[in-house]
């Protein structure tokens, strides 16, 4: 079943021009867990997002759900390692986006081309119609494209920084900079 998601997943992703989910993981030294709460409070900070903080099994698992975004952070720290796991799932928000941008610039085509060609036959406007389908859907492909680009680095630079702060750097907040 892994495999059909996965392959969905890529479909997707592979239509929309940019993945809707991100998975980053690392590995640092290992942290106590009573330097969880400063760790906790660094991802808040980073993240500019208030989330639930839960302490299960020696682990941290700091969530943020909202309608637009799933943003889960965990945190689990062996006797030599800490590995730092970052799951964002930003499915509704691409949905509306791109949609809302793929349906707002098909109206707008629709609306300009009826009013500057006035067409008088079925090709015409046909034609009107397909130029907006087709440049709707770039523009909205490459809008989203742009964003999840800029939200993966945003998470590549928080991993960095959570992996800092486990190895023990003074300037973990710089990182992430």
């Not at 943020?64 to 006797?79: A, C, G, P, Y």
């Not at 928000?93 to 008088?120: D, E, K, N, R, V």
Request: charge should be negative; proline fraction near 2%; hydrophobic fraction near 45%.
């Amino acid at each position: 079943m892994a495999d059909v998601k996965s392959e969905h997943a890529a479909w997707i992703s592979s239509l929309l021009g940019a993945p809707m989910r991100f998975d980053l993981s690392a590995s640092g030294k290992a942290i106590e867990p009573d330097q969880y709460g400063e760790m906790a409070d660094l991802i808040t900070g980073l993240t500019h997002r208030r989330g639930e903080v839960l302490d299960r099994n020696g682990c941290l698992d700091w969530r943020n759900l909202s309608d637009v975004e799933s943003l889960q952070i965990t945190v689990r720290s062996d006797q030599d390692q800490a590995h730092v796991r970052i799951r964002a799932d930003y499915a509704a928000m691409t949905f509306f986006a791109f949609f809302a941008i793929l349906f707002s610039g098909m109206f707008i085509a629709a609306a300009l081309g009826g009013f500057a060609f006035q067409p008088s036959t079925f090709e015409g406007m046909a034609l009107i119609g397909l130029v907006g389908v087709v440049g709707s859907y770039a523009a909205a492909r490459t809008i989203w494209k742009s964003f999840a680009q800029k939200r993966h680095r945003d998470l590549q630079r928080l991993l960095d920084a959570l992996t800092a702060f486990a190895n023990g750097a003074k300037d973990y907040e710089e990182v992430a900079q």
